[in-house]
Each structure stands twice: as structure tokens, then as C-alpha cells.
Nanobody
């Protein structure tokens, strides 16, 4: 049974940092793309960042470039999202996802097969 278990969410002040973790289990993800999406209250789920498990190539939405970093630890089968310089508009439920999207098209939710339960990140001003 495939599981993606997120952790690390919480309350943080604007300008602060937070690291999210996504522990993956149940299958081999070596040919998968691992991604983070987020969904703010009343809004659609949006792409944040992705990483190709095999090559480590990363992708980011423009609004987080230079502030967020996605990485993976092969030994621990875990993907991380390091979030720095957080803003109130980063407040959302953050979801980990795994899939095999088309080349260079990382931001469509329908291309991801597996999803975690989400973790809330709240940034106070």
C-alpha cells in the first residue's frame, strides 16, 4: 500500500522558516516525480515545487523561487520542502504527491497518482 505521510506543518511568523517532510512508502519511486502542492482556504490546489527522484532536477512556481527548496533523501525515501522568508500568502494546506507527469509539465494535479493527507502551514503577519 502506497503511503505519503507529510509532517512539519504549524504556525510560523512572517519572515520565518519551516521544513516539511514527506515520507514515501509502499513502492519504488525512482522513476517518479515528487511534488508539493498547496491549497489555501477557498482556492484551488496549486503547484509549488517538484523534483525528479532519479535525477534530482527541480521545478518551482515563480512565487516561491528563491525562497523554497525541494530536496530528497534516497536513503530515507523522504522528500523535503524547505520554506524560508515565509509570507502570509503562503498559508495553506500543503500536500505531497507522486506521479509521472509529462516532460516539463509538473503543475497538473491530474498527473499525480498518489497524495498525502496534507499538513497545515499558517503564516502570521
Amino acid at each position: 500500500q502506497v503511503q505519503l505521510a507529510e509532517s512539519g506543518g504549524g504556525l510560523v511568523q512572517a519572515g520565518g522558516s519551516r521544513r516539511l517532510s514527506c515520507a514515501a512508502s509502499g513502492r519504488t519511486f525512482s522513476n517518479y516525480v515528487m511534488a508539493w502542492f498547496r491549497q489555501a482556504l477557498g482556492k484551488e490546489r496549486e503547484f509549488v515545487a517538484a523534483i525528479r527522484w532519479s535525477s534530482g532536477i527541480t521545478y518551482y512556481v515563480d512565487s516561491v523561487k528563491g525562497r523554497f527548496t525541494i530536496s530528497r533523501d534516497n536513503a530515507k525515501n523522504t522528500v523535503y520542502l524547505q520554506m524560508n522568508s515565509l509570507k502570509p500568502e503562503d498559508t495553506a494546506v500543503y500536500y505531497c504527491a507522486a506521479g509521472r507527469p509529462p516532460f516539463r509539465i509538473m503543475d497538473r494535479t491530474r498527473d499525480y497518482e498518489y497524495w498525502g493527507q496534507g499538513t497545515q502551514v499558517t503564516v502570521s503577519s
